[in-house]
């Protein structure tokens, strides 16, 4: 809406902006001056620059105090895995955190599914139970991203639509309509979880 913002701020975790290396520096050494004189510590090797667009053409070095910090390709803040470099989407910046999520959030499914081999069928009711407790974190985790291609999302509806076809013995080819169908008559309506819906299927 036409608002600069110069920093963010979570806890103990500061993220400076700016739109030039000289800008960039200029904050870092305000920043580490009132710190210093606030009888503060900054970690230079904790801390991190990194760039969102074209790089420039000779790559300055960064500093606080004395200490030089690196710059990097990927970081992450607030427990959001972000990517830097010159890109023309945004969905570029978000791909290492849907990559992540879904990394976990299949890893956990299959946990889930495996207890099947040491206590037999696992019911269906139990089953969504664990789902939502254990990978569901994982999968909304996304939607808080100002990102909404489809591009990041599809891993994570895939992997919540496997999860529900091996949970209900349903082949993995079945068509997300009738796996949202079937789960629908084996759990009671206000516990069935709506899996996305996917316009290029037929019924």
């Known amino acids: 809406m036409g608002a600069l913002i110069s920093h963010l701020e979570q806890a103990d975790d500061i993220f400076l902006l700016a739109l030039s ?14 710190y210093s004189n606030n009888f503060f510590i900054i970690n230079a090797i904790k801390s991190a620059v990194l760039f969102h667009g074209p790089a420039p053409t000779c790559m300055p070095a960064f500093w606080f ?11 992450k803040y607030v427990s959001t895995y972000l990517k830097t470099g010159d890109y023309r989407v945004f969905t570029s910046l978000m791909e290492l955190h849907y990559e992540e999520k879904a990394s976990k ?19 269906v ?4 139970i664990l789902y939502m407790g254990c990978t569901d974190p994982h999968l909304i985790w996304c939607e808080v991203a100002i990102d909404t291609s489809p591009t990041g999302i599809l891993p994570l509806h895939n992997i919540q639509l496997s999860f529900f076809c091996c949970l209900l013995g349903l082949p993995k080819t079945t ?29």
Request: include cysteine; glycine fraction near 8%; charge should be negative.
């Open 175 to 203: 068509i997300t309509a009738a796996a949202s169908l079937e789960q629908a008559i084996c759990c009671s309506p206000f516990e069935g979880l709506c899996l996305p819906y996917d316009s290029s299927a037929t019924v």
């Open 125 to 128: 009711h139990e089953g969504k």
């Open 21 to 34: 290396p000289e800008g960039l520096q200029r904050k870092m050494n305000l920043f580490y001056q009132w």
């Open 65 to 75: 105090g004395s200490d030089p910090v690196a710059i990097v390709k990927s970081y």
């Open 105 to 123: 959030g299949r890893t956990t499914a299959h946990a889930v599914l495996h207890i099947e081999s040491m206590i037999g069928s696992l019911p």
